[in-house]
T-cell receptor, first 114, second 109 residues
Framework: EPEVTQTPSHQVTQMGQEVILRCVPISNHLYFYWYRQILGQKVEFLVSFYNNEISEKSEIFDDQFSVERPDGSNFTLKIRSTKLEDSAMYFC????????????FGEGSRLTVL | LAKTTQPISMDSYEGQEVNITCSHNNIATNDYITWYQQFPSQGPRFIIQGYKTKVTNEVASLFIPADRKSSTLSLPRVSLSDTAVYYCLVRYRDDKIIFGKGTRLHILP
């Protein structure tokens, strides 16, 4: 079964450092998403991406965040200058179409900011 | 986006049928109802989606009354491995898909 893959599975970084989280969505999917989940809290929407541009973003997705699809397979989330409160699980998801309702999520990247 | 309301938590026993109800009073005509399951430290996983009446797959059933203002996810004969958080979402063709707090289901032996 095709799946969304994410790397790294866990990253530890110092406050103020830049972090790039990588995702390989399912190959025929057109819509890509990043979510985050702080420990014990709900899954929070960050951003959606379609046709090489951001289609929606939340208030969490401020100037320190950016997304990119640098080639035909990868979808990355960059956090420019990490803060302690960025420590969370980051999930990438993809979907084939906008109205199917089915998002396929990766296993997540755990980010720990010290 | 239609707001959804679910119980915060539920307990049940192995072998029982579990029903989790979600309220979505302001659901729009085109909205679909979708349920996801999330295990600890994993991403949410799609369970089932429906528009009206009843939908069944190998994992669950989804019951939607005629007014569509609520829906019930039914898990037949649960096991310990069904312990998870279950999310109800209501949406149509939007790409800002918001998860609520979900229902924390705890299955007891």
């Amino acid at each position: 079964e095709p799946e969304v893959t994410q790397t790294p599975s866990h990253q530890v970084t110092q406050m103020g450092q830049e972090v790039i989280l990588r995702c390989v969505p399912i190959s025929n999917h057109l819509y890509f998403y990043w979510y985050r989940q702080i420990l014990g809290q709900k899954v929070e929407f960050l951003v959606s991406f379609y046709n090489n541009e951001i289609s929606e973003k939340s208030e969490i997705f401020d100037d320190q965040f950016s997304v990119e699809r640098p080639d035909g397979s990868n979808f990355t989330l960059k956090i420019r200058s990490t803060k302690l409160e960025d420590s969370a699980m980051y999930f990438c998801a993809s979907s084939e179409a906008l109205d199917t309702g089915e998002l396929f999520f990766g296993e997540g990247s755990r980010l720990t900011v010290l | 986006l239609a707001k959804t309301t679910q119980p915060i938590s539920m307990d049940s026993y192995e072998g029982q049928e579990v029903n989790i109800t979600c309220s979505h009073n302001n659901i729009a005509t085109n909205d679909y109802i979708t349920w996801y399951q999330q295990f600890p430290s994993q991403g949410p996983r799609f369970i089932i989606q429906g528009y009206k009446t009843k939908v069944t797959n190998e994992v669950a059933s989804l019951f939607i009354p005629a007014d569509r203002k609520s829906s019930t996810l039914s898990l037949p004969r649960v096991s310990l491995s069904d312990t998870a958080v279950y999310y109800c979402l209501v949406r149509y063709r939007d790409d800002k898909i918001i998860f609520g707090k979900g229902t924390r289901l705890h299955i007891l032996p």
